[in-house]
């Protein structure tokens, strides 16, 4: 029996800075990618969540002072139990986690953290925000579904964002664009619609979806995940304003 090889992580993912950067540096704003551990098809990997996440955590980076912070790799991906490698933690463990980080910022003088979400299934988090009013430490969560409207336009994605769940035309164009040996073959004919997903908290995805995919890979480009990215680190200006 042949064993498929283990693949390796994209590089420049994880920052390298020293201590003495984050010194020099004297950023007031911390960036925390939040990724996930979950199935995304046959043609993204696992980490496409945490790959998505830090991707436009770097193009934040890159555009004012921050601490990049390395990502949280596994989240509330419970929905996608019924494939193999999903790997989940608690709504209330993730909670405890960025609330301590939260708190371990603020004793190091960063009182401002942005929570860079790459999965949409991570529904504690928009409560971290919501209750970080009396902590001391200023949170915001990115990108909102404003955020994410202004960069599909942009890009000219013509699937909804209810349509294009996952695995679908965004996710497969951002990949495309910054991670392009990270997308497997066969997401040109992978499209799959499932957009009365009522039950979907209850019964999980499997219910709605064989391969693991809803929306339309097949419509996804290089180009249109350039432009995505761009829109999204556009959208992040306000927040910085908002939080300077």
């Known amino acids: 029996m042949t064993v498929p090889g283990q693949r390796t992580s994209a590089s420049g993912l994880l920052p390298t800075d ?6 020099a540096r004297q950023a007031q ?12 098809g046959a043609h ?7 790959v998505i996440a830090c991707t436009i955590a770097a193009e934040i980076a890159a555009r004012r002072p921050v601490q990049l912070l390395p990502p949280l790799t596994i989240s509330c991906s419970h929905e996608h139990a019924a494939w193999p490698g999903t790997v989940s933690i608690s709504a209330r463990t993730l909670y405890a986690v960025v609330t301590d980080i939260a708190a371990s910022l603020r004793r190091s003088g960063v009182s401002t953290l ?23 430490t200023r949170m ?7 955020d994410w409207d ?14 294009d769940m996952h695995a679908g035309e ?20 992978a499209d799959h619609l499932a957009d009365d997903r009522r039950h979907l908290l209850t019964l999980g995805m499997a219910p709605y979806t064989e391969s693991g995919v809803i929306g339309r890979p097949s419509l996804a480009t290089a180009a249109k995940g350039r432009e995505l990215l761009a829109g999204l680190a556009e959208a992040f200006d306000a927040y910085a304003e908002l939080l300077s």
Do not use: C, M, W
């Open 18 to 23: 020293t201590t003495q950067d984050v010194r």
């Open 29 to 40: 704003l911390a960036v925390l990618p939040i990724g996930s551990l979950e199935q995304h």
């Open 44 to 50: 993204l990997p696992l980490t496409t969540d945490t």
């Open 114 to 136: 942005i929570l860079v979400n790459g999965h949409g299934g991570n529904y504690v988090l928009r409560n971290v925000v919501q209750e970080s009013a009396d902590t001391g």
């Open 140 to 146: 915001a969560l990115f990108p909102g579904s404003a």
């Open 150 to 163: 202004a960069a599909r336009a942009r890009a000219g994605v013509r699937t909804t964002l209810h349509s």
């Open 170 to 189: 965004i996710e497969t164009s951002l990949l495309l664009h910054a991670h392009p040996e990270l997308v497997g073959p066969g997401h040109k004919s």
